[in-house]
């Protein structure tokens, strides 16, 4: 099975609402990174957030981790139409220099 | 910069040709790792070279997958003979260091189909 597992697998909200979705993993790491996939194109990291940080915010997006339970949640906030993307999660296995991602949370946000 | 480059965009080829992808890292860039994707094993790291030098390749799923990195400006992912489970979309992406902790920029992919 996968180091990150992601959760939801699809989620389709409104315009202006907030969207969480949530990753969990099964080894110790660094860090854990989200990253964001447009149909049709690469991956885009948004953010990076250090084992010994809880919580971390970039504009719309604020991660937080939590290393005892070994699970990381993405909540962006007043959703867009541009949001709409897979979202990935990836975690260091074993501090290792493998990226292991997970399976992805696909996101609609409807006009 | 122009980000990592990679060609071609799309290829659709006979079971049994030979299939070479190319990757272009970003500048500076002394990492490059191939990835492929597929809906059903989602995105599977095949190869990771650091200072052009391949450090795992346990990912390259067989023998008929080889990936070279002859400078740090160029690399190639060859699958020769390409099979139908081979369609997929094969991701070239670079960081700035040599542990994957770096922020990894990704190319924009190429989508192979093998008929």
């Known amino acids: 099975s996968q180091q990150g597992e992601e959760d939801p697998q699809a989620l389709s909200i409104q315009e202006g609402e907030n969207a969480t979705m949530n990753c969990s993993y099964k080894?110790?790491?660094?860090?854990l990174q989200w990253y964001r996939q447009n149909s049709g194109r690469g991956l885009v990291h948004l953010i990076l957030?250090?084992?010994?940080?809880r919580e971390k915010h970039s504009g719309r997006l604020r991660v937080t981790l939590d290393t005892s339970k070994k699970s990381s949640s993405l909540l962006i906030t007043a959703s867009r139409a541009a949001d709409t993307a897979s979202y990935f999660c990836?975690?260091?296995?074993?501090?290792?220099?493998?990226?292991?991602f997970g399976s992805g949370t696909r996101l609609l946000v409807r006009p | 910069d122009a980000g990592v480059i990679q060609s071609p965009r799309h290829e659709v080829t006979e079971m049994g040709q030979e299939v070479t992808l190319r990757c272009k890292p970003i500048?500076?860039?002394?990492?490059l790792f191939w990835y492929r994707q597929t809906m059903m094993r989602g995105l599977e790291l095949l190869i990771y070279?650091?200072?052009?030098?391949?450090?795992?390749d346990s990912g390259m799923p067989e023998d008929r997958f080889s990936a070279k990195m002859p400078n740090a400006s160029f690399s190639t992912l060859k699958i020769q003979p390409s099979e139908p489970r081979d369609s997929a979309v094969y991701f070239c992406?670079?960081?700035?260091?040599?542990?994957?902790?770096?922020?990894?920029?990704f190319g924009p992919g190429t989508r192979l189909t093998v008929l």
């Open positions: 070279f650091n200072n052009n030098v391949p450090i795992d």
């Open positions: 990836a975690t260091d296995k074993d501090s290792s220099y493998k990226l292991i």
């Open positions: 992406a670079s960081t700035p260091g040599g542990r994957n902790t770096d922020t990894q920029y």
């Open positions: 500048s500076g860039h002394n990492s």
């Open positions: 957030i250090r084992s010994n940080e």
């Open positions: 080894t110790s790491i660094n860090n």
